[in-house]
């Protein structure tokens, strides 16, 4: 049995031990119950704190994207909509990018950028956002020394893509819907 495993390339070998170690933690009985909560609500949760709009100002969020994240009910709505869809790293990208301008700091700015990038934009990121390679390169150029424009580009392409595909599925929901009543 191991002479077969044997020939497999090192990467092959280390690959499948990693996926036995998962496999066996899965497996293994949870010490206690809160091994299972799970990330993401089966409903939308309610936005905390922020006032609920007006009907007439929640239909305004179906023609422009801007207006409704710049909402805090919009954009948790918004976000809340996304996460039930597992697709809520755009809307946290372009929250990120947002918080990123307003930095000051030169220091905080660098920090910040370094974790944008990792979080969002590095290959194989956490939370990667579906950016081509044009824009990712020209990112990653204006990384070099941070400034409050350095995501604008991606920032202006999730922005993009949010508005063509996340805010039509977002309008049609249920949520949304309940808003507009």
């Keep these: 049995m191991c002479k077969g495993l044997a020939a497999l390339p090192h990467t092959c070998l280390e690959r499948a031990k990693e996926i036995k170690t998962k ?15 799970i990330p993401y609500p089966e409903k939308p949760e309610k936005p905390p704190k922020a006032q609920k709009p007006s009907p007439e100002e929640a239909l305004q969020w179906r023609d422009s994207l801007e207006k409704l994240l710049q ?45 944008i990038y990792e979080e969002f934009i590095q290959t194989e990121a956490p939370k990667e956002v579906n950016i081509d390679h044009f824009t990712k390169a020209v990112t990653m150029k204006n990384l070099v020394e941070p400034s409050p424009s350095s995501f604008d580009m991606a920032q202006k392409r999730i922005f993009a893509l949010m508005e063509k595909d996340s805010l039509p599925r977002f309008v049609r929901s249920e949520f949304y819907h309940e808003l507009i009543k």
């Design 23 to 37: 496999l066996g933690t899965l497996l293994q009985k949870p010490d206690s119950t809160i091994d299972f909560i």
């Design 71 to 115: 909402n805090p009910y919009g954009l948790a709505s918004f976000r809340s909509f996304l996460r039930s869809e597992f697709s809520e790293e755009n809307a946290e990208f372009w929250v990120a990018c947002e918080d990123y301008k307003k930095t000051k700091s030169p220091l905080k700015m660098a920090e910040k950028a370094k974790k």
